[in-house]
């Protein structure tokens, strides 16, 4: 069983950047074949794709977020990262990771396994 689990500040100032980090366990982050993905659902837009760090380090990102949006791993610790940066009240959202297959990249409702989520409000 694979296990994602997201760990970040609660809350993050506006125009400041929000890191998360998502610590995964039952698969290696370099597995074949496996795209390591972040998602959101914020109240106003529901369900929403931000990018991936794919099982051989290179990224790719939405491209209406991809000006702000940085995905990094750590392969020795089996994790990998976001960073959100000039954020507004707008990326106030449950920020997810998630482990997806290819057909699945892009689409915030399909996945392998994703984490419980973790809330993330912009707020001076």
């Known amino acids: 069983q694979v296990q994602l689990q997201e760990s970040g500040p609660g809350l993050v100032k506006p125009s400041q950047t929000l890191s998360l980090t998502c610590t995964v366990s039952?698969?290696?982050?370099?597995?074949?074949?496996?795209?390591w993905s972040w998602i959101r659902q914020t109240p106003g837009k529901g369900l929403e794709w931000i990018g991936f760090?794919?099982?051989?380090?290179?990224?790719y990102y939405s491209p209406s977020l991809k000006s702000r949006t940085s995905i990094s791993r750590d392969t020795s610790k089996n994790l990998f990262t976001l960073q959100l940066s000039s954020v507004t009240p707008e990326d106030t959202a449950v920020y997810y990771c998630?482990?997806?297959?290819?057909?699945?990249?892009?689409?915030?409702?399909?996945?392998?396994?994703r984490g419980q989520g973790t809330q993330v409000a912009v707020s001076s």
């Open positions: 998630a482990m997806q297959k290819l057909d699945h990249v892009g689409n915030p409702d399909k996945y392998t396994f």
């Open positions: 039952g698969e290696s982050i370099t597995t074949n074949d496996y795209y």
């Open positions: 760090i794919a099982y051989g380090g290179w990224t």
